[in-house]
Nanobody, 124 residues
Framework: QAQLVESGGGLVQAGGSLRLSCAAS????????MGWFRQAPGKEREFVAV????????YYVDSVKGRFTISRDNAKNTGYLQLNSLKPEDTAVYYC?????????????????WGKGTLVTVSS
C-alpha cells in the first residue's frame, strides 16, 4: 500500500507561482502513472495533468496548458506540479493520485491511490 502526501499549497496573488509536491511512502510508485486533480468550492473534482511512470508522457487539461508543468523524480518517489501564471479560477484543493494504468488516471476511473489534498488560493 502506498500513501500519498501533498504539500506546497498556499495563498498567492494572481500571476504568481507555486510548486506542489506529492511524496509517496509505503511502496515505490516509480512504475505508476501519477496525476493531479483539483476541486474548487462547489464544483466536482477535475483532472489537471498526468505523467507516465517513466515521465516520458504527459498530458494537461486545456485550461492549464502552458502554465502548469507536471514532473516526477522516481529516485525520490515524488511527483510535482509547477503552477505558473496563476489565476483566481485556479483556486482549489489539489490532489495527487497514482495508479498502475495511465487510462485510469486520465479518465479518473478506479484510481488506486489518492492523497488528501493541498489548498491553493489565488487572490485577484
Amino acid at each position: 500500500q502506498a500513501q500519498l502526501v501533498e504539500s506546497g499549497g498556499g495563498l498567492v496573488q494572481a500571476g504568481g507561482s507555486l510548486r506542489l509536491s506529492c511524496a509517496a511512502s509505503g511502496q515505490t510508485i516509480r512504475t505508476y502513472t501519477m496525476g493531479w486533480f483539483r476541486q474548487a468550492p462547489g464544483k466536482e473534482r477535475e483532472f489537471v495533468a498526468v505523467i507516465s511512470g517513466s515521465g516520458g508522457t504527459t498530458y494537461y487539461v486545456d485550461s492549464v496548458k502552458g502554465r502548469f508543468t507536471i514532473s516526477r523524480d522516481n529516485a525520490k518517489n515524488t511527483g510535482y506540479l509547477q503552477l505558473n501564471s496563476l489565476k483566481p479560477e485556479d483556486t482549489a484543493v489539489y490532489y495527487c493520485a497514482a495508479d498502475r494504468f495511465y487510462d485510469s488516471v486520465i479518465n479518473n476511473s478506479g484510481i488506486q491511490y489518492w492523497g488528501k489534498g493541498t489548498l491553493v488560493t489565488v487572490s485577484s
